[in-house]
Every structure is written in C-alpha cells, then in structure tokens.
C-alpha cells in the first residue's frame, strides 16, 4: 500500500511536468504563429525555421523521453487505492502522451531529420510565388484561396483555367523540395516502431484505431455514395454539358450565378459580428480566453486556415483556472465575390475549434493539447457542426443580411438548394480523396516514391475517387506536407459523419438549432469538458445513442430536392418572423477577449474596447472599409 508520501511525489513529478511542457509548449506555438504569419523578429523573440524545428524538438524531447513513461508507471503503482482521482488521471495522461513519442535514439534522429525537413518546406511553401499567367502572358499573383476563388467566380474559362494550372504547380513545387524525403523518412519512423507505415502510426495514436479499421468505415462511406456521385456526373454533364466535368469549370458551373446572388448578404466587413451574436445565443462561452484573429489575406502569409492554443485551458491543482489563449487564421480578400461567406463560414469553424478547447476542464494540459493522443475527428466534429449552420435556412434568415440589415431573399435559397445539391456528394467525395490518396501514398516503395509518381498517383486518386480529376488538385492541399495536419483529413470526414448524426439528435431532442441556448451547455458537457480523456467513438454514442454512421449524411445527400425546398422554407419564414432588431442589437457576452490583427499590426482589442467583443468587432469592420477605400 502507498503512503502520503507517495502522493506527494507523485504529483511533485505531475506538476513539474505540466510546467515544463506548458513552457516548451508556448515557445513552439509562437514560433509556429510567427512563421506561418511571416511575422517581424523582435529583440526577444526571432522567428525562423531553425527556431520554429528547435522549439518543436524541445517539446518532443520532453514528451519522447521513455524514462518519463518508466517513472510515470512506477509512481502510478506506489500509490494507495485513495489517491486523488486528478492525480491518477495525470500520471495516466502523461503516460498515454509520451508513449505516442517516446523512442530510441536512433529513431529520435530520424524524427529530427524528418522535423527540420518539414519545417524548411512548410516555409518554401510560405513564400513560394503562386498565382496564374493572364491573357496578355504575365504573371499574376495569387493565393491558393484566391485561385480557388476565380475558378468558381471568373466568368472567363481561359481564366479559371490559368487558375487552376496555377494550383497544380503546388505539387511539382512541393515535390521538388524536400516532400520526397519526408515521406521516406515518416514512413522510416512509422515502421522502426512497429506500425505498418506512417498512416498508420497516425490515425492509431490520434485515434486509437489502426488503419484498417479507419478504412473499413471509410470503405463503407465510399461504396455507398459510389452510385450518387456517378448519378451527379451524369446530372452535371446534362445541365451544363460535357465542359462542366473539366475540373476548371465544375466550381463556376455549379455557382452559377448564385455566389454573386449571395454577396451582397454576406458582407465580410460584418461576418465577425455576426460570428459573436450566433454563438452568444447558442449559449456558447469561452471561460474566460483570449483569441487573436488574423483574417486577412497577406503576401507570404500561410496558405490554409488554422487555429492553436499556445496557452492550453486546464484546471491547476490549487483548484485555479488556466483560461486558453488561440491563434486564429483565415485568408479572406474582402474585395472578391464570396469571400463574406468564405470568411463567415471560416470563422464558425475556426471558432467552434477556439470554444472547444476553451472549454476542456481537466487537471493537465496534456488533455488541451490538439497532438496525438487527441482525436482529431473529436476537433473536427465541434467545429464542423457549428460551421454546418451557415447552410441552414433557418440561419441565413437571421445572419445573412446585406450592410442595410434586409435578409437574404429565400428565393435565392431555393436556386443554390435546386443547383446544387442533386451535386452535394462531390464535397463528400473530395473530402475522402485525400485519405485514400495518403493512404497509397504511404503504402509506396520506397524506389517507387519519387516526384514523377507522387504526381501521377494524386491524379489516379482523383479520377476513381471523384470520376475525374477535381477542383481541387489533391497535391495543393496544404494538410499532406504539414507534420500535425499529415494523415489527418480522415477526421473531417469522420467528424461530418458525426455532425449530420449530431444535427439529427439535436432536431429530435428540441426541434431546432439555430439560437438554440441549449447548444453550448450540451457541446461543452458532452463533449468539450473532457479533452482527450474519452474517445471520440464513445462519446458520440453517448449523446446520440447510436454508433457513429454515415447513414444520416448519406440520408440527407439522398434527400428529394422539393422535399428539401420545402422544409428549408419552413425554417426560413419562422426564424423571419423570430427575427427582431431588440435581439440583434443585444450585447452578446462570450466570456472572451477577441483581438483583431493584420500581422504585426494590432486592429481592436475588446478588452480595450467601452463596447466590448461588438466594439472590436466594429473597429475591424471599420479598419476593412478603410483598407479597400485603399486599393
């Protein structure tokens, strides 16, 4: 039996831990936010590539070190049967964490090797010059975002085109710089431990499952949208003809006119105001965090939104709080059509991410932090439920309101619903497209990995998985060259499982979403609280009382366009008649302070603000006026 002496050094050696990796931890996320945002060195504090592969190798050390795993376990055994509960949890968690990266020496160097690697092609990739040769044969430059952008809204197909050849010129780019060796070398480190490849090494530590078993739902998600995706093939090649299956003129063709119908509605000078009132009346709160927002796009900034948690919330053991601080992105040109909702959109999910891990209450960071052990599907699931609302009716009668505050006439809803969801199982698609190629990807020789088969491989995934290549080519997906991003898409696609079967038992248990106050208590109750101390698998069934499955997406891609037509305009003419300006004007409390940045520049801070989040929010709407009076 233990004594109090054992607890007393056991939870010595917890709390040295949690303030050692709370210190290393820090350090590397603001290496992370300042490369990733090009930001300015200062005298304490320089940003670089060998700084960002150093502070993250200093914080791999602490969690890879195996003699930590061996004190861990034996403190854990010396301790007698009453021993705080929080106590036993940390000594748990931080076993569970350092066995995903402890290692021997050897395979330490090989993860350095593969770290430093990732680290220089994440900042060529940073600062590579994308963008597309117009008529006149000059270069212009352009984002990923922005490209993405011209080929659902240029009118011009040489155009879109060009657009579209300039995201392809990701890949050979990414090839040619190092991505090559950093597969070899992933996969070298996967398998040293014991895994089959790096794919596999992945999903088992991020969430608990091997590859095999990721597959078999994947599979079965794939098989049973097979037929609906060739049926939309055969719908989108009879409405628009044979060019719209030509990957540069999909997008535009199912637009149509109706992202421009849309953009007067979504003005994105107003899209974080209307971020604050959704949530606020959802009942969503951020126990006391702060949020920095970058939102803007910006030469050599990165090209993909994100959001991290340098300070991770947690509960200290003097019973204190440690609120959460996050980093969020997004690249939004507030000039070009659609990007209000881009941004509006973006911001729901990044935000959904922000509130989630603001709300963890657990007794160590450990349990905040967004590595492995922690569910990537989990992450994913908070945010993508919350995002899904800017599609409801429900919701765009409320929120998506021109600059005079007039909503969004329902029948332009009605033409988006008829144009484009017989075509809703390509996003389904395209979101699987990437699994399956990382998965092949890593499934490779070794002599077969080369820049030349990498390129053809992506393309052969796109035309089995999406019936030809897509939009989006699968190379230019910024998530496949990143460390922590790597292996990962499989969690969008398990976690919008979740948020269909998530949606559903919301409607059957109050018949609404939308300004639902219930939404936040249960998210955070459910789900939120726990970090990564419960699986993402149990914890669905345990609010919905079902296993996750596909069927209530698959139920809803199969849905009758006039059935769906009707309930949206249901939803549409009750949330018009709930709608006044007495609740619009309210002055929304997140329980947060929100900074607005444009790099090294601060915008609005609402903790300096006389009107709070709304204050900050109008001094960055003020701030966008200004900037596109500019250009």
């Known amino acids: ?21 709370e210190v290393k931890h ?26 960002l592969s150093q502070t993250k190798k200093e914080m791999e050390d602490l969690l890879s070190d195996f003699q930590t795993v061996e004190k861990a376990r034996a403190l ?12 036993v949890d940390c000594l748990d968690i931080i076993i569970r964490t350092c066995s995903c990266y402890s290692t021997s020496p050897d395979i330490k160097e090989v993860r350095e090797a593969t770290s430093r690697l990732e680290s220089e092609l994440e900042l060529k990739r940073n600062r590579m010059e994308s963008g597309y040769v117009d008529a006149d044969g000059n270069f212009q430059k352009a984002s990923s975002v922005g490209l993405r952008n011209m080929m659902q809204t240029n009118s011009d197909e040489a155009l879109r085109k060009a657009a579209y050849e300039g995201l392809r010129c990701i890949g ?16 070298k480190l996967a398998k040293s431990l014991g895994f089959e490849d790096y794919y596999d090494y992945k999903v088992t530590n991020a969430e608990g499952m091997s590859k095999k078993k990721l597959f078999e739902i994947m599979d079965g998600l794939e098989e049973g949208t097979r037929s609906i995706m060739v049926a939309s093939l055969k719908e989108l090649e009879k409405r628009h003809g044979a060019d719209a299956l030509k990957p540069w003129n999909t997008s535009f063709k199912l637009a149509g006119s109706i992202v421009e119908k849309m953009d007067p509605y979504f003005p994105f000078s107003k899209a974080p105001e209307r971020y604050v009132q959704s949530y606020s009346r959802m009942g969503i709160a951020y126990e006391g965090s702060t949020m920095n927002l970058d ?6 900034k990165y090209s993909n939104g994100f959001c991290h948690w340098p300070r991770v919330a947690w509960t200290k ?17 507030p000039k070009a059509v659609g990007s209000g909702l881009r941004a509006l959109t973006t ?30 599907a989990l992450a994913e699931g908070q945010s993508m439920f919350l995002d899904s609302l800017v599609g409801d009716a429900a919701w765009r009668a409320k929120y998506a309101r021109d600059i005079d505050g007039k909503p969004i006439p329902f029948e332009i809803i009605e033409e988006e619903i008829r144009s484009t969801h017989p075509f809703a199982v390509r996003q389904l698609r395209s979101m699987i497209s990437v699994p399956y190629f990382e998965k092949a990807l890593y499934e490779l020789p070794d002599d077969e990995v080369t820049p030349e088969r990498i390129q053809t491989l992506a393309d052969e995934v796109e035309k089995k998985i999406q019936g030809g290549l897509g939009p989006r080519p699968l190379l230019s997906v910024p998530h496949i060259i990143s460390d922590e991003a790597s292996c990962y ?25 939308v300004d639902n106050p219930k939404i936040g208590p249960t998210m955070a109750s459910s789900y939120w609280k726990y970090g990564n101390s419960r699986t993402f698998l149990e914890l669905v069934k345990e609010l919905t009382g079902k296993e996750l499955s596909g069927d209530a997406w698959v139920a809803e891609l199969q849905q009758d366009v006039e059935e769906l037509v009707a309930s949206e305009k249901k939803d549409y003419e009750k949330s018009i008649q709930e709608y006044s300006e007495s609740t619009t004007s309210a002055n929304p409390d997140l329980n947060m302070v929100v900074r607005f940045v444009d790099g090294d520049r601060l915008i609005s801070d609402s903790s300096k603000s006389p009107n709070g989040v709304l204050g900050a929010c109008n001094e960055f709407e003020a701030f966008v006026k200004e900037r596109m009076a500019e250009e």
């Open 26 to 51: 820090l350090a590397f996320e603001e290496q992370f936010w300042g490369t990733k945002m090009d930001l300015s060195s200062t005298d304490d504090l320089v940003f670089s590539a060998e700084n």
């Open 295 to 300: 939102l803007l796009e910006r030469e050599n």
């Open 317 to 333: 053991p003097d019973g204190s709080w440690q609120p959460s601080t996050a980093n969020f992105t997004s690249l939004a040109n």
């Open 76 to 87: 854990k055994n010396t301790l007698p049967e009453a021993a705080p509960k929080d106590l």
């Open 172 to 187: 050979p780019f990414v090839c040619g710089n190092g991505f090559v060796e950093i597969i070899k070398l992933r996969n």
């Open 347 to 376: 911001l729901m999910h990044e935000a959904g991410h922000a509130a989630h891990f603001a709300n963890i209450k657990q007794p160590s960071p450990l349990f905040g932090q967004e590595r492995a052990p922690f569910s990537a």
């Open 489 to 513: 898409y499989h969690a969008y696609v398990l976690a919008e499982m979740s948020v269909h079967q998530n949606r559903a038992f919301f409607m059957k248990r109050d018949g609404y979403i």
């Open 1 to 21: 039996m233990g004594s109090n002496n054992d607890v007393a050094t056991a939870q010595l050696f917890v709390d040295e831990f949690n303030r050692d990796y």
